[in-house]
Nanobody
């Protein structure tokens, strides 16, 4: 079993930055795929960014390319999401997720085996 705990959310203004962290514990495979999703009220959960932990290959949704950076500290079993130039449309609950295998369908929530409880990000104009 794998447990994921997010932190780092908060309330900021347009143009500000935040860094989210997701710390994993439990039986974590040597290589796995981890991702950040977000869900705004009344909307479906959507993929933001992902990372193949074995080779640090990043994946991004087009809406955040150039503004968000996903990275990891493998020794600390922590996934990060650096979010720059935040916009009101980025307001959502952000979730960390992990799956046992990598696939090109990384953006599908149903493919993930483990989820964190979420951390709220609110961006005001």
């Amino acid at each position: 079993q794998v447990q994921l705990v997010e932190s780092g959310g908060g309330s900021v203004q347009t143009g500000d930055s935040l860094r989210l962290s997701c710390t994993a514990s439990g039986s974590i495979p040597t290589s796995t795929f981890m991702a950040w999703f977000r869900q705004a009220p009344g909307k479906e959960r959507e993929a933001v960014a992902g990372l193949y932990t074995r080779d640090n290959s990043p994946y991004y949704d087009n809406s955040v390319k150039g503004r968000f950076t996903v990275s990891q500290d493998y020794a600390k079993k922590t996934l990060y999401l650096q979010m720059n130039d935040l916009k009101p449309d980025d307001t959502a609950m952000y979730y960390c997720a992990a799956r046992r295998t990598f696939g090109i369908d990384w953006y599908l929530p149903a493919r993930y085996n483990y989820w964190g409880q979420g951390t709220q990000v609110t961006v005001s104009s």
